[in-house]
């Protein structure tokens, strides 16, 4: 279970992200209310603000379109947005695991 990330009094950025329910594929909420597969197309909240992202994820959770959204902590780097927490990083890269070569 993903520990609940404190976003009251939190002066980091935050954005939401789930796993879409067709393909399991880690997304991140945008900012039309959609889900798209690169943190950098996610909308960044502060504090509270998050609490709407959240909503936003529990809305869609209803619709069947993503499971288990939840706020992720991130710092903006020259280079981009990083998430703070590795769980996050590896799941912003893909799965940890490679696919078995065809011989």
Same mark, same amino acid.
């Given at each position: 279970m993903?520990?609940?990330v404190k976003a009251k009094g939190s002066a980091q950025p935050l954005v939401v992200?789930?796993?879409?329910l067709r393909d399991g594929r880690v997304v991140w909420l945008a900012a039309d209310?959609?889900?798209?597969?690169?943190l950098h197309g996610? @909308? @960044?909240y502060l504090g509270e603000e998050v609490d709407a992202g959240l909503a936003a994820g529990e809305a869609d959770e209803q619709r069947q379109?993503?499971?288990g959204a939840y706020a992720v902590e991130v710092v903006e780097t020259p280079g981009g947005m990083v998430?703070?927490?590795?769980?996050e990083r590896?799941? @912003?890269?893909g799965p940890?695991?490679?696919? @078995?070569a065809a011989e």
């Open positions: 993903q520990a609940k992200s789930a796993n879409r209310g959609g889900w798209v597969e690169h996610a @909308v @960044v379109l993503v499971v998430p703070l927490r590795m769980r590896v799941r @912003v890269d940890s695991v490679l696919p @078995v």
